[in-house]
């Protein structure tokens, strides 16, 4: 079975700059989670989808950051314009089939992003 | 607010030594994980478990659901499970909901043969 995919791997940019990841979850997921995992510390929750629908994005610093599921498949998420402290790992997660209580999710390999 | 706390933060061991590292939470959860990452940032489910005891080869994993506690082990440890080792706790009541889960900020493990 095919794992969470994400792209790229790792990403260098300028602060101000657009940054986009992209993430192809495992096949009949229903729900997709993004995290952002900074240096030293776990992996916060930034939006969770169900199929192309947001069902959590509280977390998710709206100013600057934004994140689709348009056909309730693929995802990405975007910076615009990225500042120093969004440096950190970008995490890809999905579970099938309805994200319900003991529903195990799978993580990607991640996407490292520095903000220089 | 739900507080994941592990301990210890760093831990060095030599091969062959017998590793435990623990989990506490403070709200009540519907499942626990703990989770191996290593260098490259990919992370990979060990166990998923909601109570009693787990083992798959040489990783062990309890929980005591009313002390709020887990602890995964490593028997006979090896070079090869050097990686930060994270447990996450899916609060109870998640239901149709958000249910993304709460981490704890990881156990930075390195086995020295």
């Known amino acids: 079975e095919a794992g969470v995919a994400q792209s790229p791997r790792y990403k260098i940019i300028e602060k101000r700059q657009s940054v986009a990841f992209w993430c192809n979850p495992i096949?009949?997921?229903?729900?997709l989670y993004w995290y952002q995992q900074i240096l030293g510390q776990g992996p916060k929750l930034l939006i969770q989808?169900?199929?192309?629908?947001?069902?959590?994005d509280s977390q998710l610093p709206k100013d600057r950051f934004s994140a689709e599921r348009l056909k309730g498949v693929d995802s990405t998420l975007k910076i615009q314009p990225a500042k120093l402290e969004d440096s950190a790992v970008y995490l890809c997660?999905?579970?099938?089939?309805?994200?319900?209580?003991?529903?195990?999710?799978?993580f990607g390999q991640g996407t490292r992003l520095t903000v220089v | 607010k739900n507080e994941v706390e592990q301990s210890p933060q760093n831990l060095t061991a030599q091969e062959g030594e017998f590793i435990t590292i623990n989990c506490s939470y403070s709200?009540?959860?519907?499942?626990l994980h703990w989770l191996q990452q290593h260098p490259g940032g990919g992370i990979v489910s060990l166990f998923m478990?909601?109570?009693g005891k787990k083992k798959h080869g040489r990783l062990i994993a309890t929980i005591n659901i009313q002390e709020k506690h887990s602890s995964l082990h490593i028997t006979a440890s090896h070079p090869r499970d050097s990686a930060v080792y994270i447990c996450?706790?899916?609060?109870?009541?998640?239901?149709?909901?958000?249910?993304?889960?709460?981490f704890g900020k990881g156990t930075h493990l390195i086995i020295q043969p």
């Open positions: 709200v009540g959860i519907s499942a």
């Open positions: 989808f169900q199929n192309n629908g947001v069902v959590d």
């Open positions: 997660a999905s579970s099938f089939p309805w994200g319900g209580e003991n529903t195990e999710a799978f």
């Open positions: 478990l909601s109570s």
């Open positions: 096949s009949g997921h229903a729900t």
């Open positions: 996450a706790v899916r609060a109870r009541g998640g239901g149709g909901g958000a249910d993304g889960l709460t």
